[in-house]
């Protein structure tokens, strides 16, 4: 008995400390080598990378790592220059607001801007870092949740004037520097008040703050010209079936979206919105688990024409589809408008979201991509991370380097296995059964079971054909 109490009190303690890491993990000060360059204000003296070079294309052969090997920003694919294919943006709150912190340890990494506060001064400092980072990246565009760019306030008037202050900034910054937000969001899973959720909380004033915070949302990313709002509900699902009712919390997120919508036409926000499938985590289940699951919830609910969806690929994987099927399910239902662009790791069940890297991956990635026509407005969005261990101000950029170039070759070898036509030849031939009369005749529904028995009596069994699986499998190599 005494033996349990002492485990238990150690165990409380652990968590205790855990807790508080993962809470104050960051210096509360200046780093010691950088007091001039903090100083109350936002300014910075001089550059945040001054041992960066602007990244430029230098082709596959080059041993420079801070160059493009495959990404050619102005090169035409497919009658289209790479950069418009890609629409490449780097997401705020993991480039500026990552620390490398996990359940288990403090924050890693100390960049020379960061004084480890969430002070109004930091925000506007960060921001102006952000700006040097994504033009020396050579990338149009960034995201972001509200609360990455400024500090949250007591309450929601205060937090509404921070976000003001630094939004005014990133106008300013972003105009002069030729940027573009790709979309924003509202962040509606840290604050404990999203416990049971946002707009599927039970309880009623807190689907109405959360209704008030993406109203602002909404309002800032048309004011800096978003071309995208983005709705991921990380605490919309439940973590027990016993205390919940699911119906009522489904009809409550519908309602939501609707005012939503009601909203965007008022204010004349011409960006697309898009939902972000994700299967659980933070909550045991999350609602709009996949791609077919979110088509299905905008389909009863007579929204799918104001939606799309942003697919990202580590939540994919977590649902347990690869990121191309989910990719082909929204494209085949008019729905593919986003790419968060990352991906999980095999060994690991969470969404560890690290930078693609996989060549055969992005090439499917690109054929969905390609498939559709782009997904302009929509574009891909870095939903990634350095990992803990990656400390470097320079694998800020060496991580969105291999991320771009990564995507660059997939669409490189998906425009190579187009160009070629064997695997569309392949599929065709497959199907080619279908490309006859009474094919036609049930493509158009106008075949009845009474007719399919009549001809089955003529033809006898059927010839069925290999699937050609392996001779598929093969194509795709050979464009790797
Ligand atoms: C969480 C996630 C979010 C959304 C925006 O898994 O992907 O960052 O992209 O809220
Ligand atoms: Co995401």
């Given at each position: ?70 990404y050619n920003a102005e090169e035409e694919i497919l009658g289209k220059k790479m950069k418009d294919w890609l ?370 009596k003529e033809w006898g069994e059927p010839k069925v054909a290999s699937a050609k699986q392996e001779l598929a ?8």
């Amino acid at each position: 008995m005494m033996k349990m109490k002492l485990v238990k009190t150690l165990l409380l303690l652990l968590c205790v400390k855990l807790f508080c890491y993962a809470v104050i993990g960051a210096p509360q000060t200046c780093p010691a080598n950088n007091e001039d360059k903090c100083g109350d204000s936002d300014e910075w003296k001089g550059e945040f990378f001054p041992d960066i070079p602007k990244i430029k294309y230098e082709g596959p052969s080059s041993k420079n790592v801070l160059s493009f090997k495959w990404y050619n920003a102005e090169e035409e694919i497919l009658g289209k220059k790479m950069k418009d294919w890609l629409r490449f943006s780097v997401a705020f709150w993991h480039t500026f607001r990552g620390t490398g912190a996990d359940p288990f340890g403090a924050p890693t990494k100390y960049w020379l801007w960061e004084d480890g506060t969430n002070s109004l001064n930091m925000a506007k400092r960060r921001m102006r870092a952000n700006f040097e980072f994504i033009s020396k990246l050579g990338v149009d565009f960034w995201c972001f949740h509200d609360r990455d760019i400024a500090p949250d306030g007591k309450t929601l008037e205060e937090s509404n004037a921070n976000l003001d202050e630094v939004v005014a900034l990133a106008q300013e910054l972003q105009t002069k520097a030729k940027k573009r937000v790709l979309w924003g969001t509202a962040q509606l899973f840290m604050h404990p008040r999203y416990m049971h959720g946002a707009a599927t909380s039970s309880e009623l004033k807190v689907y109405a703050y959360a209704a008030a915070q993406v109203k602002k949302a909404i309002e800032v990313t048309h004011y800096l010209g978003g071309e995208n709002y983005v709705f991921w509900g990380g605490r919309e699902g439940y973590q027990s079936l016993l205390n919940t009712d699911m119906e009522r919390e489904l009809n409550h997120l519908a309602r939501f979206f609707e005012a939503a919508v009601a909203y965007k036409k008022k204010i004349g926000f011409n960006g697309t919105f898009l939902i972000e499938p994700k299967p659980q985590e933070p909550t045991k289940h999350q609602y709009d688990w996949d791609a077919a699951t979110s088509a299905n919830f905008l389909r009863k609910y007579g929204l799918t024409g104001e939606f799309k969806l942003n697919i990202e690929c580590n939540h994919a994987t977590l649902s347990g589809h690869s990121c191309h099927h989910e990719l082909e399910t929204a494209r085949i239902n008019g729905l593919l408008g986003n790419i968060d662009a990352n991906t999980g790791d095999p060994q690991v069940g969470w969404d560890t979201d690290q930078f693609l890297v996989d060549i055969q991956e992005a090439t499917l990635i690109m054929l969905s991509v390609i498939r559709n026509g782009g997904l302009a407005p929509g574009g891909f969005n870095f939903d990634a991370k350095l990992r803990r261990e990656s400390t470097d101000v320079e694998d800020l950029f060496i991580a969105h380097i291999v991320g771009m170039d990564t995507l660059a070759r997939g669409l490189r070898n998906a425009a190579k296995l187009i160009e070629d036509g064997s695997l569309a030849e392949l599929v065709r031939k497959r199907y080619q059964s279908f490309d006859t009369e009474i094919g036609a005749q049930i493509e158009a529904g106008k075949a009845d079971f009474e007719l399919l028995e009549k001809k089955v009596k003529e033809w006898g069994e059927p010839k069925v054909a290999s699937a050609k699986q392996e001779l598929a499998e093969m194509i795709l190599q050979s464009v790797l």
